[in-house]
T-cell receptor, first 112, second 111 residues
Framework: NAGVTQTPKFRILKIGQSMTLQCAQD?????MYWYRQDPGMGLKLIYY???????DKGEVPNGYNVSRSTTEDFPLRLELAAPSQTSVYFC???????????FGQGTRLTVV | QKEVEQNSGPLSVPEGAIASLNCTYS??????FFWYRQYSGKSPELIMS????GDKEDGRFTAQLNKASQYVSLLIRDSQPSDSATYLC???????????FGTGTRLQVFP
């Protein structure tokens, strides 16, 4: 089992470009979360989903979009990249009732 | 008020000492509480989970939860230099299905 897989691991974007960060899990978890982590800071929740077809905003959703068409995949979309979106992005999954969260390896994104 | 608050540190303790990390949360209905350790450049990894009031021990780690005071702590006994990392408190459940993290406390254990 791969667990939680994030792609790509690194990416440099120019201001105004768009991209999709991929997150896939094979743990059959319903709950999935996207976080960003700025240097020296904790994790801030961007969006989350409790099952296919259901998504909701977290603490910092502006500038991002998500979809959840399957249990396995939870992509995060940046439409118009801005330097403020330079960060490390983590995807996590956990079971019903919010048990232990399992993290992907992260995507380091730089917007220049 | 932030949903989950931690002292950012750094907390410096000598090798062999007890490190005490604290966390408060605002959602009184929260039901799931976690401590994660994160080394620089790595993903968070779970150290402890606690769901009911009281203490939970696992090796050198003890998590303490007090729902009335909305407070959760982590004690690390016999601290080792390898424990030097950032410790993240996370709180979930309650009124939403969010899993919210604090800003983390950086722990430094010196020989």
């Amino acid at each position: 089992n791969a667990g939680v897989t994030q792609t790509p691991k690194f990416r440099i974007l120019k201001i105004g470009q768009s991209m999709t960060l991929q997150c896939a899990q094979d743990m059959n978890h319903n709950y999935m979360y996207w976080y960003r982590q700025d240097p020296g800071m904790g994790l801030k929740l961007i969006y989350y989903s409790v099952g296919a077809g259901i998504t909701d905003k977290g603490e910092v959703p502006n500038g991002y979009n998500v979809s959840r068409s399957t249990t396995e995949d939870f992509p995060l979309r940046l439409e118009l990249a801005a330097p403020s979106q330079t960060s490390v992005y983590f995807c996590a999954t956990c079971g019903q009732g919010i048990t232990e969260a399992f993290f992907g390896q992260g995507t380091r994104l730089t917007v220049v | 008020q932030k949903e989950v608050e931690q002292n950012s540190g750094p907390l410096s303790v000598p090798e062999g000492a007890i490190a005490s990390l604290n966390c408060t949360y605002s959602d009184r209905g929260s039901q799931s509480f976690f401590w994660y350790r994160q080394y620089s450049g790595k993903s968070p990894e779970l150290i402890m989970s606690i769901y009911s009031n009281g203490d939970k021990e696992d090796g050198r780690f003890t998590a303490q939860l007090n729902k009335a005071s909305q407070y959760v702590s982590l004690l690390i006994r016999d601290s080792q230099p390898s424990d030097s990392a950032t410790y993240l408190c996370a709180v979930g459940g309650g009124n939403t299905d969010k899993l919210i993290f604090g800003t983390g406390t950086r722990l430094q254990v010196f020989p």
